[in-house]
C-alpha cells in the first residue's frame, strides 16, 4: 500500500512502529497494515465501550483504527518482549504505549499482550490484551 494511504492513522504511529520491531523479519510490509492478511481476525479480549469484540478482515480493522485520532494521540511506546512460542507460527508482544487524550489533555499510558499467529509472513489472527482500568481511567478523566 502506499504511504499516503495511512495519514489518517498517524496518531498510532508508535503502536505501529513497536510492532513492527517486534515482528521484524517475521512479516512482509513496510507499514502495519501492510503485514496483516485481507481477512485477518482481530480479537480484542477487554470489555471496552464502543469497542468490538473482534473483527474480521484488514479493511474493518483500518475503519476501527480510523477514529482513534480523534480521541487519543500517541507519542510513544516501548517496553517491547517478543517471546516466541512452541508453535513456531506465535509470536507474543509486550509492549506499552503512551499518548494524550485529546480532549483534556491527560496522559494516557496503557500496557498490551498481543498473541499473534502469522502464516506465509502475514498477520492471520492477532489476541490482543490491555490494561483496560488505564483506558478507563484515562478516558473518564477526560470528561470531569
Same mark, same amino acid.
Given at each position: 500500500?502506499?504511504? $499516503?494511504?495511512?495519514? $489518517? ?7 505501529? %512502529? ?7 523479519? &517475521?512479516?512482509?510490509?513496510?507499514? @502495519?497494515?501492510?503485514?496483516?492478511? %485481507? ?42 518482549? +517478543? ?34 499467529? &502469522?502464516?506465509?509472513?502475514?498477520? +492471520?489472527?492477532?489476541?490482543? @490484551?490491555? $490494561? ?13
Amino acid at each position: 500500500m502506499r504511504e $499516503d494511504t495511512f495519514t $489518517d492513522f498517524e496518531a498510532l504511529d508508535p503502536f505501529f %512502529e513497536i510492532v513492527q520491531k517486534g515482528l521484524s523479519g &517475521i512479516v512482509d510490509g513496510e507499514h @502495519y497494515f501492510d503485514t496483516i492478511a %485481507e481477512d485477518a481476525v482481530f480479537e480484542f479480549l477487554y470489555n471496552f465501550p464502543g469497542w468490538p469484540p473482534s473483527i474480521q478482515g484488514r479493511v474493518d480493522l483500518m475503519a476501527l483504527y480510523s477514529g482513534y485520532g480523534h480521541n487519543i494521540k500517541l507519542h510513544s511506546s516501548d517496553n517491547l518482549v +517478543v517471546h516466541h512460542s512452541q508453535d513456531s507460527r506465535v509470536v507474543i508482544l509486550e509492549y506499552a504505549v503512551h499518548g494524550t487524550i485529546l480532549a483534556s489533555g491527560v496522559p494516557y499510558d496503557n500496557r498490551f499482550v498481543s498473541i499473534v499467529t &502469522i502464516e506465509n509472513r502475514k498477520i +492471520v489472527h492477532w489476541r490482543d @490484551y490491555m $490494561d483496560s482500568l488505564a483506558a478507563w481511567n484515562a478516558l473518564t478523566s477526560s470528561s470531569k
